[in-house]
């Protein structure tokens, strides 16, 4: 069958790699959607072991569109019969890009369309219930492609993993976590450092990758069993959120990840070694604080020197490009870059290397 699974825009390469190995058979892949064939055993799988995706969805549906009617004629002509007469569904919309409607206005006409298309098949009225449906249908509009879907996942996406205990005010989201993991390349046997760990999502994630723990099996509930032996180490700032590390990891029985009070611009004054560095550094987006930033990238850059490996590798999101580039150049580094949209800001993830460089 025909499906797609939904990430964040930019992401969508590696997504489809993470679908790939695990079975699904890729088409394509653009605007945060990677579409691709699998059967029901393979939907129920990337639920249940995907770290990357946010939704999987049965593509029912892709049309071009220009206007609101041509979404109920499209949703319309959808033969709806897969759903019992018993059955509730709602109409969950999303809207990318410049309409003369929302996405209030595609779900009103959607919700219309399949009740419509109901009546004509199966001669019955189908039960709407927003809160608690039988059957999510997704209806996306991208610019001008129409997307209409079962979503399989649910309500709550796949990057609500359900092991955060505490509210970190700028939370890295667990897919991008696990995205940045994939991009540095880490591997079980290698030394990872997060030098600005916050409430500590990509430490969670290494230890999940690094012990094959799906993420489905964290909502399943019951105990966890980690592999003790990778080597993990978080440095934090500020004592809350040291603390609020600390008890993620304890309520997931994860012992074996040291968490340090500390400063990442004095990297070096607490980590002897590191093969990779994968972290999510303030943003500074605020008037001031740019000034606050390049101290802060020179010092880590500059003091991460001093631990990285020979074939080591720095991994960070940052909108602060031409900060980060300066930084680099003038210390030597190299890098690739991901650009990607994280909650409708555009960002950067670079992977900083030290491959043929001369180091003092």
Known sequence: MEVYATTHKGLERI?????????????KYGNGRVYFKCDERLIKKLNYHARTCERIIVLLKSAK??????????????DFSFIRPSESFAVRSKRVGVHDFNSMDIARVAGDAIIKSYQSSRKKRLKVNL???????RVELIHDLLLVGVDTTGDKGLHRRGYRVYQHPAPLNPTIAAALLRISNWRPEKILVDPM???????VEAALMGSNIPPGRIREGGKLTFNHKLKIIGIEKFRKHVKGCQETLSRLGID?????????EHLDKYVQEADLIVTNPPYGIRVGRKSIIKKLYHNLLRTAKNILTENGSIT???????ILKSTATKLDYKWTET??????????????????????
């Not at 489809?16 to 088409?27: F, H, T, Y």
């Open 131 to 137: 809160d608690s449906p039988d059957n999510i249908i």
């Open 197 to 203: 760990c916050g409430s500590g999502t990509i430490l």
């Open 339 to 360: 650009p990607i949209v994280y909650g409708n800001l555009p960002v950067k993830i670079f992977k900083l290397t030290q491959e043929g460089r001369t180091w003092p």
């Open 316 to 322: 960070l999101l940052t909108p602060q490009e031409k």
């Open 256 to 264: 074996f990840i040291k968490v340090i009070q500390g400063d990442a």
């Open 15 to 27: 997504t489809a790699e993470e679908i790939q190995e695990l079975g699904g058979k890729i088409e």
């Open 65 to 78: 569109i220009t206007q609101l009617e041509d979404i109920y004629k499209e949703v319309k002509d959808i």
